[in-house]
């Protein structure tokens, strides 16, 4: 069974300047539907900090994600999802040996998440244009994180 993971994609961090937004946003909400109807299992990550404090408007998940009533909410405080978190006693919980991740920011949340699901035993692939950054060259950015990951064994899809 797959696990899908949604990373970051919060107000404080959509709000920003984000690069491919809208088609980063529509495939985020695609891979929720598909998953949501194979009855895979949906877990929403929110990042915790000075800037996402929790309870803040900055800090929610962004609004216009699809909600699915019995998805899985974790709250992190380090980059990598897997870190100090009960992500990894959740899938294995759930019978999860693979997941599919989304998110943000491509060079950081996602990258770390990805790289631990690896080394931790999970089968990875990421969404293609379902993660992205607000840097001034963030297509190239995108590019070198995908090859970064394929050289580790994430497949991308």
Known sequence: MEALIIIDVQNGLVNKNLYNKETFLQNINKA?????????LIIFV???????KNG????????????IKNSIIIQK????????????????ENNINGIIICGLVSHGCVFHTCKSGIENGFTVN?????????????????????????NIGVKII
């Open 32 to 40: 929720i539907i598909e998953n949501n109807k194979k009855n895979n």
């Open 46 to 52: 929110q990042h915790n900090s000075k800037t996402l």
């Open 56 to 67: 803040t408007k900055n800090w929610e998940i962004y609004s216009e994600l699809v909600q």
């Open 77 to 92: 405080k380090h980059g990598n999802a897997f870190e100090n978190t009960n992500l990894k006693s959740v899938l294995i």
């Open 126 to 150: 990421i969404i293609k244009n379902g993660h992205t950054n607000w840097l001034k060259n963030a297509e190239n950015k995108i590019e070198e994180v995908n090859n970064e990951l394929k």
